[in-house]
C-alpha cells in the first residue's frame, strides 16, 4: 500500500509540475519576450554548425515569442550576429516570459 501511494505522490507531483508549466507559457501572447531555459537535449544535433553557434548565441538573451506551432511547441524568433533570420520550435516547458521591469 505504501509503494502504491508514494507512486500515487509522485503521478500527482509531476501532474502538478506539468500544469505549472503549462499556466506559466499558456500567457505568452505573440511578441512576448521569452528566455529559452535551456537548450532541449538533441535539438542542436545535425544542425549546420553556424546553425548551432547562433541558437547557443540566442539562448543567451530574451527571444521573441511568436505563437505555438499543430504540435503545441513554442515557436521563438531571433536574428543572429550575421543578420541571419531564425525561427526555432521547442516543448514549451523550455520558455519562460521574461518578467516585466
Not at 38 to 44: C, M, R, T, V
Not at 67 to 96: K, M, P, W
Amino acid at each position: 500500500m505504501a509503494i502504491a501511494q508514494v507512486a500515487s505522490s509522485r503521478q500527482l507531483s509531476a501532474l502538478v509540475c506539468d500544469w505549472h508549466c503549462v499556466l506559466l507559457t499558456a500567457q505568452l501572447i505573440p511578441g512576448a519576450k521569452v528566455f529559452l531555459l535551456e537548450i532541449p537535449p538533441g535539438f542542436l544535433t545535425d544542425l549546420p554548425i553556424e546553425d548551432q553557434w547562433a541558437i547557443e548565441a540566442a539562448a543567451k538573451r530574451p527571444l521573441e515569442f511568436v505563437g505555438y506551432d499543430d504540435d503545441g511547441r513554442a515557436e521563438l524568433e531571433f536574428t543572429n550576429s550575421a543578420g541571419v533570420h531564425h525561427f526555432i520550435y521547442v516543448d514549451q516547458v523550455y520558455v519562460r516570459q521574461v518578467e516585466p521591469s
